[in-house]
């Protein structure tokens, strides 16, 4: 069936880039998303990219797609301690019902 | 804000009870959707309705059940609790279906088993 992994915990400087990695397994995926979830709240969409696209830049977020190998990667420049939360990787098919989320990465930005 | 709204933020019962939790999703959202996050476990996906009818079951248990009333509200309900389902229980909706639609996330409900 379907499955998103994540790598459970990154850990970065402030100042420095974060790089959050994804994997997926259904080829059918068109859309890849990528959450963001505070504490003590819920998900909230950060950016999503289409299948047909390599790359998506808006301001300090990069997001490359590479569908050869079914694997998303979120950049984060300039990381800030105010980015301290847990990223979730999602995907949906056209016509699919549910989208599919990975576990999260937890990222801590050290000051 | 999102605009989706849960109730009631806390839940503390014992094993054995039952519960209702509450979503009220965004103004014009036709889906809704339930999650389980749970340390152990992350995020699950429950199950989804879109305007009253159900479209897409995930991890659910058969002690859960769910169900989208005619003005869209939807409400889950957990039986037989057991200490494992101790969890933050979140509702989504979205416009449509799934696929490009963006989830708008509600606060959460987390419920505390004892």
């Known amino acids: 069936g379907e499955d998103v992994e994540q790598s459970l915990f990154l850990s970065v400087r402030e100042g420095d880039s974060s790089v959050i990695n994804c994997t997926y397994t259904?080829?059918?995926?068109?859309?890849l998303y990528w959450y963001k979830q505070e504490p003590g709240a819920g998900l909230q969409l950060l950016t999503y990219i289409f299948s047909n696209m390599d790359m998506k830049q808006d301001q300090r977020l990069t997001v490359l797609l590479n569908k050869k190998d079914k694997h998303l990667s979120l950049r984060i420049a300039d990381t800030q301690t105010g980015d301290s939360a847990i990223y979730f990787c999602a995907e949906s098919s056209t016509g699919g019902f549910k989208t599919i989320f990975g576990a999260g990465t937890r990222l801590f930005v050290k000051a | 804000d999102s605009g989706v709204t849960q109730t009631p933020k806390h839940l503390i019962t014992a094993t054995g009870q039952r519960v209702t939790l509450r979503c009220s999703p965004r103004s014009g959202d036709l889906s809704v959707y339930w999650y389980q996050q749970s340390l152990d476990q992350g995020l699950q996906f429950l199950i989804q309705?879109?305007?009253?009818?159900?479209?897409a079951k995930g991890n659910i248990l058969e002690r859960f059940s769910a169900q989208q009333f005619p003005d869209l509200h939807s409400e889950l309900n957990l039986s037989s609790l057991e200490l494992g389902d101790s969890a933050l229980y979140f509702c989504?909706?979205?416009?449509?279906?799934?696929?490009?639609?963006?989830?708008?996330f509600g606060p959460g409900t987390r419920l505390t088993v004892l």
């Open positions: 989504a909706s979205s416009v449509g279906l799934a696929g490009a639609n963006e989830q708008f």
């Open positions: 259904d080829s059918s995926s068109t859309y």
């Open positions: 309705y879109y305007n009253g009818e159900e479209r």
